[in-house]
T-cell receptor
Framework: DQQVKQNSPSLSVQEGRISILNCDYT??????FLWYKKYPAEGPTFLIS?????DKNEDGRFTVFLNKSAKHLSLHIVPSQPGDSAVYFC????????????FGQGTRLTINP | NAGVTQTPKFRILKIGQSMTLQCAQD?????MYWYRQDPGMGLKLIYY???????DKGEVPNGYNVSRSTTEDFPLRLELAAPSQTSVYFC????????????FGSGTRLTVV
């Protein structure tokens, strides 16, 4: 019973182009969605979030889109840079309180020069 | 500004041994969490705490115990280690509002042999 799914284990993108990472969820009670970035041997770092009352949130090169009817969110990175190479996790909260996050499996993004 | 500090970074345990993973945060966050990450998987919640003296089980609590005697510290205890507990363990803290996300520690890589 995986409530948050990232169906692409890996993604390879040319430097300077757009990276699009996708995430699907099953529980309509989630009210907040977040993206985390993780480098090897480090903990995940918070990247960007979006409330369920919005459909878009931007922060510099990063934009998250939320499509509630499809239960789908995506992270756009424009332009992609070599330092963006990492594993990206989407996460959702709002079910059962206490700000608990449910994580997807992660997508490994590789930016090629 | 240490953030979330986890010790040790690496540990090898024999089956049946016990150990405590330490976690401390200096941001005065009320919420603290323990997650584990298995290879190719997302993070799964083990235990969480909403404040000193209050703890509760997450998705995968079996074989673990926690305590929260102070706001700063949230140790995770493994009793009778089993190979299935081989994983990377992450501690995290949060001020509450999901727009800020969690702050994660750098993780403890545990191998049970």
């Amino acid at each position: 019973d995986q409530q948050v799914k990232q169906n692409s284990p890996s993604l390879s993108v040319q430097e300077g182009r757009i990276s699009i990472l996708n995430c699907d969820y099953t529980n309509s009670m989630f009210d907040y969605f977040l993206w985390y970035k993780k480098y090897p041997a480090e903990g995940p770092t918070f990247l960007i979030s979006i409330s369920s009352i919005k459909d878009k949130n931007e922060d510099g090169r990063f934009t998250v889109f939320l499509n509630k009817s499809a239960k789908h969110l995506s992270l756009h990175i424009v332009p992609s840079q070599p330092g963006d190479s990492a594993v990206y996790f989407c996460a959702a909260s709002g079910v059962q309180g206490a700000q608990k996050l449910v994580f997807g499996q992660g997508t490994r993004l590789t930016i090629n020069p | 500004n240490a953030g979330v500090t986890q010790t040790p970074k690496f540990r090898i345990l024999k089956i049946g041994q016990s150990m405590t993973l330490q976690c401390a945060q200096d941001m005065n966050h009320n919420y603290m969490y323990w997650y584990r990450q298995d290879p190719g998987m997302g993070l799964k919640l083990i235990y969480y705490s909403v404040g000193a003296g209050i703890t509760d089980k997450g998705e995968v609590p079996n074989g673990y115990n926690v305590s929260r005697s102070t706001t700063e510290d949230f140790p995770l205890r493994l009793e009778l280690a089993a190979p299935s507990q081989t994983s990377v363990y992450f501690c995290a803290s949060s001020p509450g509002p999901m727009s800020y996300g969690y702050t994660f520690g750098s993780g403890t890589r545990l191998t049970v042999v």
